[in-house]
């Protein structure tokens, strides 16, 4: 555990103008002013809590100045305290293994607010830090606690970042810099976390390095992703959790999911392969022992509205993919739902060992409402528990 505190001892009342020079883990912490207006460097004063806010201070702000903490600092943030790094302002902290950064509340409990960061400098790196007991509440333009957001044009480096005793999210990234966001690991690591260890929006699923990830006592156990619609090309692999979508996930670009990977859906939402003036290409392409899975938050039928393919790239194929618990939501004019809907628009779909399993109706749903071409080619796929028939082909003759 790296939750730190210096053991005070007795100091004659005449050394006391000495103190802040010993630099020895006898001395009391430094004070650090709220708003500093010039760059500031913070260096280890020895072992223990190195820095403290002065009293009243509510938030560090971090406006438009640079903040450098050196290996080994941990700083004490007062209870219900926020950090805000802001208008090219940054926040520079590099720890090494033997002496990481820490900032911390004042007990191991959830204390203080957390780290929101819409600045966009590149010199905002976090590497070898432990934000501990941080999401009491929300932050200002986030919508759930969180121990660390980036938001808005946001920018950090983040490597061998540790959060613990969250009690909200982990790390939210929410920016809409079009992907300038910055990149998050390896050595993610996330402890005792009431929610998601990591929250974001799906266009900067790229941006994380899955290398030497752990989470353990998390409530949420899972990756928590949302967006109005992907729209930049995309390949999903290697997440070490499922992925769960708390929005429908329209592809407006190509997209790639690769063996081992999870998605799952809330309720009503669906994956969305549109044509929208192109042909997306959507790929699947897991193995047999490492599927791609597409099922609902819930495994009963109905729990998610399944995937649309509205797209006729030739190139949109699932194999080694298994598709379950859905048929909540029609895709096309026709009643029928279903797991997988191919059609409505002209579309094309290759399915090579795929399961489709436990819609709430039909298994797949083949319909040419508008477009007389809709063409499923398909080896392999094998069928169980939908309950309105596995193959319902609508489309007129």
């Known amino acids: 555990m790296l939750f730190r505190s210096r053991q005070l001892l007795p100091i004659p009342f005449l050394l006391?103008?000495?103190?802040?020079?010993?630099?020895?883990?006898?001395?009391?912490?430094?004070?650090?002013?709220?708003?500093?207006?010039?760059?500031?460097?913070?260096?280890?004063?020895?072992?223990?809590?190195?820095y403290v806010f002065e009293e009243g201070c509510s938030s560090w702000w971090l406006n438009g100045v640079s903040v450098v903490l050196e290996p080994g600092v941990t700083v004490e943030m007062n209870d219900g305290q926020a950090v805000a790094i802001a208008y090219d302002g940054s926040?520079?902290?590099?720890?090494?293994?033997?002496?990481?950064?820490?900032?911390?509340?004042?007990?191991?409990?959830?204390?203080?607010q957390g780290i929101q960061n819409y600045s966009a400098n590149q010199d905002n790196v976090f590497e070898h830090v432990?934000?501990?007991?941080?999401?009491?509440?929300?932050?200002?333009?986030?919508?759930?606690?969180?121990?660390?957001?980036?938001?808005?044009?946001?920018?950090?480096?983040?490597?061998?970042?540790?959060?613990?005793?969250?009690?909200?999210?982990?790390?939210?990234?929410?920016?809409?810099n079009s992907g300038f966001v910055g990149s998050y690991g390896p050595g993610l690591r996330f402890t005792d976390i009431a929610k998601h260890p990591v929250r974001l929006d799906a266009d900067h699923m790229e941006s994380l390095n899955w290398v030497d990830f752990e989470s353990s006592e998390v409530g949420e156990p899972t990756i928590a992703a949302y967006t109005g619609r992907l729209e930049k090309d995309a390949v999903w692999?290697?997440?070490?959790?499922?992925?769960?979508?708390?929005?429908?996930?329209?592809l407006w670009a190509d997209f790639r999911v690769e063996a081992g990977t999870e998605i799952r859906f809330r309720a009503g939402n669906s994956l969305l392969v549109y044509a929208a003036g192109e042909n997306y290409t959507?790929?699947?392409?897991?193995?047999?022992?490492?599927?791609?899975?597409?099922?609902?938050?819930?495994?009963?039928?109905?729990?998610?509205?399944?995937?649309?393919?509205?797209?006729?790239?030739?190139?949109?194929?699932?194999?080694?993919?298994?598709?379950?618990?859905?048929?909540?939501?029609?895709?096309?004019?026709?009643?029928?739902?279903?797991?997988?809907?191919?059609?409505f628009y002209t579309a094309y779909l290759s399915l090579q060992d795929v399961e489709i399993n436990n819609s709430a109706d039909a298994g797949i749903v083949l319909d040419n409402y508008i477009a007389d071409s809709v063409t499923l080619v398909s080896d392999n796929v094998t069928y169980s528990g939908n309950a309105g028939g596995d193959l319902v082909d609508q489309r007129d003759d």
């Open 16 to 50: 006391l103008p000495l103190v802040a020079c010993l630099g020895d883990g006898t001395a009391t912490a430094d004070v650090i002013t709220c708003e500093p207006q010039e760059d500031e460097v913070y260096p280890d004063l020895g072992d223990g809590v190195d």
């Open 91 to 112: 926040l520079n902290a590099v720890g090494t293994a033997e002496l990481p950064i820490v900032l911390q509340g004042s007990a191991q409990t959830p204390t203080w």
């Open 130 to 176: 432990v934000i501990s007991s941080a999401g009491t509440q929300t932050m200002i333009y986030q919508d759930q606690p969180s121990a660390l957001v980036v938001w808005g044009e946001g920018y950090l480096k983040a490597s061998n970042l540790s959060i613990e005793h969250s009690g909200g999210e982990g790390l939210s990234i929410l920016a809409d």
């Open 237 to 250: 692999a290697g997440a070490p959790l499922p992925i769960l979508m708390e929005s429908d996930l329209p």
């Open 282 to 343: 959507a790929e699947f392409i897991g193995t047999a022992d490492a599927p791609v899975v597409l099922r609902g938050r819930l495994e009963q039928p109905g729990a998610w509205g399944g995937v649309f393919v509205g797209s006729s790239s030739p190139a949109n194929r699932m194999e080694h993919v298994r598709i379950e618990n859905g048929g909540g939501v029609e895709h096309t004019y026709e009643p029928t739902k279903a797991n997988l809907t191919v059609g």
